[in-house]
T-cell receptor, first 114, second 110 residues
Framework: DADVTQTPRNRITKTGKRIMLECSQT?????MYWYRQDPGLGLRLIYY???????NKGEISDGYSVSRQAQAKFSLSLESAIPNQTALYFC?????????????FGEGSRLTVL | SQQGEEDPQALSIQEGENATMNCSYK?????LQWYRQNSGRGLVHLIL?????REKHSGRLRVTLDTSKKSSSLLITASRAADTASYFC??????????FGKGTHLIIQP
């Protein structure tokens, strides 16, 4: 089984719908991240969490919210999806401060907003 | 905004040749990391080089870091078809997540 699991892997939805992307990890890491990838733009950080009580905005948090339900679970929500939120979304974890360690990524959730 | 910028954006070489891609960044860093992404898949960590290191090796990978020029290079020697992927540099300098470049798309021709 994958260490970092994202669900759903693919989702097509309509403008205005609420969408939740879920991430769970078995690595026992405290730090979890949500990134968004658009073609030709690399990855951009949406939100990150250092523990259950700690949530921080990233570079592009507008239009998104997150919930850290447990050490192992970190969900990303789009309250009212819009077409420019069509992208590939990645969850990642780290066991150390990122200035000393690597990120472990899930396989991604491809979201299409019509 | 992107911290790292990879160059070239795309690279196509013959199997067996060496592939070199470069990364430039703007602000001071604690470390620089390289990741590989196969098409549509999650990123996989390749190598990390700290700001006080100049060169690091891992198998067929060689990474250099020049903090005075704010640049790094990734060399893949004796390339294989399985090396076809996108390669991203990422910088860490603060308490939050890594900042990724836009990537170099590498194609290894058989």
């Amino acid at each position: 089984d994958a260490d970092v699991t994202q669900t759903p892997r693919n989702r097509i939805t309509k403008t205005g719908k609420r969408i939740m992307l879920e991430c769970s990890q078995t690595k026992g890491h405290d730090r979890m991240y949500w990134y968004r990838q658009d073609p030709g733009l690399g990855l951009r950080l949406i939100y990150y969490s250092f523990d259950v009580k700690d949530i921080n905005k990233g570079e592009i948090s507008d239009g998104y919210s997150v919930s850290r339900q447990a050490q192992a679970k970190f969900s990303l929500s789009l309250e009212s999806a819009i077409p420019n939120q069509t992208a590939l979304y990645f969850c990642a974890t780290s066991g150390l401060a990122v200035n000393t360690g690597e990120l472990f990524f899930g396989e991604g959730s491809r979201l299409t907003v019509l | 905004s992107q911290q790292g910028e990879e160059d070239p954006q795309a690279l196509s070489i013959q199997e067996g040749e060496n592939a070199t891609m470069n990364c430039s960044y703007k602000t001071s860093i604690n470390n620089l990391q390289w990741y590989r992404q196969n098409s549509g898949r999650g990123l996989v960590h390749l190598i990390l080089i700290r700001s006080n290191e100049r060169e690091k090796h891992s198998g067929r990978l060689r990474v250099t870091l020049d903090t005075s020029k704010k640049s790094s290079s990734l060399l893949i020697t004796a390339s294989r078809a399985a090396d076809t992927a996108s390669y991203f540099c990422a910088t860490g300098g603060g308490a939050d997540g890594l900042t990724f470049g836009k990537g170099t798309h590498l194609i290894i021709q058989p």
